[in-house]
């Protein structure tokens, strides 16, 4: 969501390339270029304003520092007041000194806060916390339901009396349900409505006197903009919120939001929705976020969603086979599979430095490639995808997976060939981790991630744009210097 703004304030650097310091007359076309791109992402104008001044004030008083340019040192600056602006560092949920913690979810109807509930739940569990769901959204059609749903989806109870219950007496009900099961947590869902209005909020302060939840958050959707933070200013007011879940941050919204929400109610953002799924849910991190804005990718974060899907014992054992070149197409389409897990081609791409500049062609044709590559693994056989070189041997063994597959010969031999080649690479390589990751379980030798196949070498995506160039179509040969793929970033 944030592609527009970091574009945008690429051409504010530009403007200090070539200067030998940051002086008052050469900053002010760069300030003026961070203040419209600020401004286009629906920043609000006071934080806006405020940021400007400070930005300024800081590159004016810089000294300047051996070795580093008036443009970096300008970018610099920025990030460190972006992550001022959305509140320095993560604010953790609270924990109640005495189990059950309360958390009350509030928002508006429509902002994902019924699934904010559930992936809340799931993200505790992960923590190993025991959750109880309450759903006291008598209102809404079908809430109840779509909580029962998602409890059921990830194994995590809900407790319920129906639509025609009192929500202050469900609350209260599910509160000493929480306490006889003995769970550490209590997420509570509370009704939306299409605009603030007296009767929603008398409701959600009469159920916040009567469980004294330890955590109010309010589920603001990332798509309103800078309307995002006058809207947890206006529940602070008058409920008082403790922070705030930020969803669809993975949407076309402009950004505006986890820009202003902070500065402007006071209250931190505390989590945010990155997808649909019940997983896609983030602690919020704001220098990590500013360090996605000015395009410095997140390995941090990447390193956390490889650890979620990789276990350590399997790690070992695909860096021996890897050693002793023993990784075979199952072991590619078990770490292919584990790779989507992470989430999409595009959104790990964004996480890693340097990435950032692939379109959405490119990535569109990545996941493309991924996925020809998936369905000529899946017609081979056990044998052959265990001993790939039974396919290197036999052109009617290659001619019968691609008619399998729906594909040309040549698409069968090149996968065949580059997975040969690509295990010679990663057998020289073996131990050496994918770089600045400090050999991150599962990922010490993880096809394509220090020579990921397919992201600068991946069987069957020939090179993807910006990592070993893409080829797609067969083409003439050209004689080039080997580009150096995902591992050596």
């Not at 550490?184 to 009704?191: G, L, M, P």
């Not at 790690?315 to 292919?336: C, G, H, S, V, W």
């Not at 010679?424 to 073996?430: A, D, K, N, P, Y």
Request: charged content about 25%.
């Amino acid at each position: 969501m944030f592609d527009a703004l970091a574009d945008k304030l690429e051409d504010a650097w530009k403007k200090l390339r070539g200067q030998d310091k940051i002086t008052q007359s050469n900053i002010q076309e760069a300030l003026s270029e961070v203040r419209r791109a600020l401004l286009s992402a629906d920043v609000n104008l006071q934080v806006v304003k405020g940021f400007i001044g400070e930005v300024e004030k800081n590159a004016l008083g810089a000294e300047v520092l051996s070795g580093v340019n008036p443009q970096q040192q300008f970018i610099k600056i920025v990030y460190d007041e972006l992550v001022k602006v959305m509140g320095e560092s993560n604010v953790p949920l609270a924990q109640a000194d005495k189990p059950p913690t309360v958390i009350l979810m509030a928002g508006l109807q429509g902002t994902g806060k019924t699934t904010a509930t559930a992936k809340l739940a799931l993200y505790l569990r992960k923590q190993k916390r025991s959750c109880l769901m309450v759903g006291t959204d008598i209102y809404r059609p079908a809430a109840i339901d779509q909580l029962l749903t998602l409890g059921n989806q990830i194994d995590i109870p809900v407790f319920e009396m129906g639509t025609d219950a009192d929500p202050v007496e469900i609350a209260r009900q599910g509160l000493a349900k929480a306490t006889e099961m003995a769970v550490d947590t209590v997420i509570i869902d509370t009704a939306g409505r299409l605009q603030i209005d007296p009767e929603m909020m008398g409701e959600l302060a009469r159920i916040k006197d009567t469980v004294k939840p330890d955590e109010v958050l309010l589920v603001v959707d990332a798509m309103t903009g800078q309307e995002a933070a006058n809207l947890t200013y206006s529940f602070h007011e008058q409920i008082g919120i403790t922070g705030a879940i930020l969803t669809k941050l993975d949407g076309d919204s402009r950004g505006g939001a986890a820009l202003s929400v902070r500065q402007i109610s006071g209250q931190p953002i505390k989590f945010v929705g990155t997808g649909e799924k019940v997983e896609a849910l983030e602690p919020f991190y704001p220098d990590r976020l500013a360090s996605r804005i000015l395009n410095m990718g997140d390995i941090v974060t990447l390193v956390e969603k490889a650890q979620e899907e990789f276990d350590l014992a399997d790690a070992a054992k695909m860096q021996a086979k890897i050693m002793e070149a023993r990784f075979d197409f199952n072991d590619f389409l078990k770490q292919m599979r584990l790779l989507k897990n992470m989430g999409s081609l595009g959104g790990i791409l964004k996480l890693i430095p340097g990435m950032n500049k692939l379109s959405g062609a490119d990535l569109e044709k990545g996941e493309t490639q991924l996925k020809r590559t998936e369905a000529m693994i899946n017609s081979m056989t056990k044998q052959e995808r265990s001993e790939p070189q039974l396919l290197a041997q036999s052109p009617s063994r290659r001619r019968r997976v691609a008619k399998g597959s729906g594909f040309q010969e040549r698409d069968v031999s090149k996968l065949v060939s580059d997975f040969t080649r690509m295990r010679s690479m990663m057998q020289q390589m073996g131990s050496g981790g994918m770089p600045g990751m400090g050999g991150m379980p599962g990922m010490g030798g993880m096809p394509g991630m220090g020579g990921m196949p397919g992201m600068g070498g991946m069987p069957g995506m020939g090179g993807m744009p910006g990592m070993g160039g893409y080829q797609g179509k067969t083409k003439k040969k050209k004689k080039k210097k080997k580009k150096k793929g995902f591992g050596n970033l």
